[in-house]
């Protein structure tokens, strides 16, 4: 499950004649294409030797597999920088999310417009999550903040919680946290600088 | 690689004696306590059976593997709402990450300070690698002005680069880039609420 978002995000970016080779998709997403094969095949997809995938159809199977094949309804909770951010990066169009709710603490933000949406006290979260059929809320507050929001999100019924703030919050079983450390890419990029000026 | 920077994560947050087991920490990272192993025996850290790993101990290690006992320089280009929220990004403090430059295109931005620095011109930033000795470049900016960025920067020596724009860059092979796709995380989501809701 981890790899299928890479496949999809590599083969969003195939050009050329609308088949792709497990080899091709390997090196793309930098695995091997043995491991690639396999992955497919759990979906039930099984390229053809010599011929390979077909772009549009295994797209659709992974999204099918990932569920993004409906659209999810989003609230992002935290509307400075990084939620503004969030609320306007383009990478989510066209991805089966769509921003359905916009939510701070803070009284200078409540009522100011981002991206044609007004951002409303965290109060009305629970109305919100009912009414709007949120399916997944996004936490981009700091860190103090986040085990708070984390409470009243739970408390709302909310199932799913995409976290970006740099801590781990405690939630019910039933609930599913995902978070997103910004800082790994950088850590992995640190490895081979490490290794590069050391001559390895 | 991918997973040493899970496992510093995870161990940021062991607390209780001083000592993780394969298996806790194999909880924590959602794989399999004989990976935890094997990806740690390749650091020449062997755990103690019935005892554990030392956490400080192997923290060193792992952070000695990734270079970051090390402080590595940034500069982020596209101070907007993603630059701001990366240039005050508490996750990257006490990382081995420190921002050196912030720079933009937009005159109204620049001269804006952002977190006690001042915003600069890019045409400032061949300059700033050399004198500030810029180790990684961090791209916020939106997806069109991605790839001028990219130029900009390997015309500037950059070798390594962190990627947020929801676009992939062309650069010499010489350039190490990584991307970060701030809707990946989310499609694991889609993924199992998707079959929570189909009862699987």
Known sequence: VQRLPLYLHCLDECDGDGRVSSSELAAQAGVNAAKVRKDLSYLGSYGVRGVGYEVEHLKFEIKRTLGLTQVWRLAIVGIGNLGTALA??????????????????????????????????????????????????V????????????????????????????????????VEVRRVDLSTELQVLSYHLHRSRLGV
Do not use: C
């Not at 981009?140 to 909310?158: K, M, Y």
């Open 88 to 137: 306007s990066y383009d990478g989510f169009r066209g991805q089966g999310f769509e921003i359905v709710g916009l939510f701070d603490i803070d009284e200078d933000r409540i009522g100011t417009r981002v991206m044609e949406q007004t951002v409303e006290p965290i109060r009305n979260l629970a109305a919100a999550v009912a009414e709007r059929l949120v399916d997944i809320a």
């Open 139 to 174: 936490i981009a507050t700091p860190r103090e903040s986040a085990q708070e929001v984390a409470d009243v999100l739970a408390e709302s019924g909310i199932k799913s919680i995409l976290n970006f703030a740099p801590i781990v919050v405690k939630l019910p079983d039933d």
